[in-house]
């Protein structure tokens, strides 16, 4: 069974950059679509970028373009994820969460996907933006 964990989130002051990982475990991310998604307190939870499985797409929400990289790596041994994220607002504050899909829409990234298009999560990793 495929088991995502994200790290990387902490503190960081407005106009800084975060790099979040997303590692998996049990499966290799081969043939999955990634997307990366937020949720800040009494939201709901939004998409904010995706990767297609093999890395050729990425779709940006608009509240993260221009300001954000991702990059993938479908090693055998370790899949990971990058998303970084630059030019930190404080409405960046949120929980971070990555999630894979192997249907074709998270796995294409022709678009960003639903949430609901996801079936694996990570348990998030928590970003705070303040000076």
């Known amino acids: 069974q495929l088991q995502l964990v994200e790290s990387g989130g902490g503190l960081v002051q407005p106009g800084g950059s975060l790099r979040l990982s997303c590692s998996a475990s049990?499966?290799?991310?081969?043939?999955?679509?990634i997307g990366w998604f937020r949720q800040a307190p009494g939201k709901e939870r939004e998409v904010i970028l995706c990767i297609s499985s093999s890395g050729r797409n990425i779709n940006y929400a608009d509240s993260v373009k221009g300001r954000s990289t991702i990059s993938r790596n479908n090693a055998k041994t370790t899949s990971t994820v990058i998303l970084q994220l630059n030019d930190l607002k404080p409405e960046d504050t949120a929980t971070y969460f990555c999630a894979a899909g192997r249907n074709k829409s998270p796995a294409t990234c022709q678009r960003v996907p639903h949430k609901e298009e996801y079936d694996n999560w990570g348990q998030g990793t928590q970003v705070t933006v303040s000076s």
């Open positions: 049990g499966l290799t991310l081969d043939y999955y679509g």
